[in-house]
């Protein structure tokens, strides 16, 4: 499988070299990102200046202003040493996600929380200064000019904010939201996110010994006989990689429950077993809807524009200027 995955690793560091050579004379069809939205105004959505953030450690809810909200948004989320595109695309990404909340929220005692489980991870000052050090001026200055590049802009369909889902690599493949929530949205499709391969953290494996992999199904509620090789059934897959069923001892699961259950870093994996062991060989990180910021990030340094990523992972969308 390593082997595999290496020789695909070279051909696709061969091809992206040549791509944007290709891309240019080719006409038959259209690279990944180069279609971009206009920036255009609009009437019907006013920008938010703060954030009301619930902090799950201290239990209290502050008012953060929009600014500072997003730098400990993108301290969090992604690294400052990333191309400035992909972190313009971060940032307007970060940002539709919280309006979309706050908008949700109207009325209720919080907009969002620090929970990155939830909504979105956020590091305030002191936390930036034990993450970043010396680098702490350095890194702030690099987002703070991000952050008002795409100031009081906005990512919409149909005049409204997306769930503008990200996440760390795909596997290759962005995912449908329908797949992976149950929930479509016209702009949350499977996208083409082939950078992803080349990523030095795409490939992970998780090793399980039979006995605790027998009392991990147990506490799921299936029923292991004594025949370990015989525990993994048909393991059904989406189209980009993410297992939709796997039949465990005679029992269905969803690759989600069982990325929860055994701490894998993305529910797109294969699973076998050998030498008394379940080897969990995992493509990507996170759950693959939206955009991905490896490969954000990756096209961003190709020369491609935070518009051109955005549209890339989110299908039919606008960047609207707010008032």
Request: negative net charge; proline residues 2%.
């Amino acid at each position: 499988m390593k082997n595999l995955y290496l020789g695909l690793t070279l051909i696709l560091t061969f091809s992206f070299l040549l791509m944007p050579l290709i891309a240019v004379d080719s006409g038959e069809t259209e690279p990944l990102g180069t279609s971009s939205a206009p920036v255009t105004d609009t009437a019907n959505l006013k920008s938010i200046d703060e954030f009301r953030l619930y902090f799950k450690d201290t239990e209290k809810v502050e008012n953060i202003k929009t600014e500072e909200y997003l730098l400990g948004v993108l301290a969090a989320e992604m690294a400052a040493t990333n191309n400035a595109e992909a972190l313009k695309a971060q940032a307007l990404a970060a940002y539709t996600f919280a309006y979309r909340k706050a908008t949700q929220n109207k009325g209720s005692e919080y907009d969002l929380t620090n929970d990155s489980s939830l909504d979105q991870g956020y590091i305030d000052a002191e936390g930036r200064k034990a993450k970043w050090g010396e680098k702490q001026t350095e890194y702030e200055k690099k987002l703070k000019d991000v952050i008002t590049a795409v100031k009081d802009m906005l990512i919409v369909y149909d005049n409204q904010p997306i769930f503008a889902a990200y996440h760390a690599i795909s596997p290759g493949n962005t995912e449908s939201a329908e797949n992976v929530w149950g929930s479509a949205y016209p702009y949350l499709k499977s996208k083409s996110s082939a950078y992803d391969l080349l990523c030095p953290q795409f490939l992970s494996e998780v090793k399980v010994t039979t006995d605790d992999f027998k009392n991990k199904l147990i506490s799921l509620g299936a029923t292991p006989g004594d025949d370990a090789a015989k525990f993994i059934g048909k393991n059904q897959k989406t189209t980009a990689g993410t297992v939709k069923k796997i039949t465990l001892c005679g029992k269905d699961f969803t690759g989600a429950q069982l990325r929860t259950a055994f701490n894998l870093r993305s529910a797109a994996f294969d699973l076998t077993f050998s030498n008394n062991t379940f080897i969990f060989t995992v493509n990507g990180y996170g759950h693959a809807v939206g955009m991905s910021q490896f490969g954000a990030n990756y096209m961003a340094e190709q020369g491609s524009t935070y518009t051109e990523i955005l549209n890339a992972y989110y299908e039919g969308i606008k960047i609207v200027k707010l008032k």
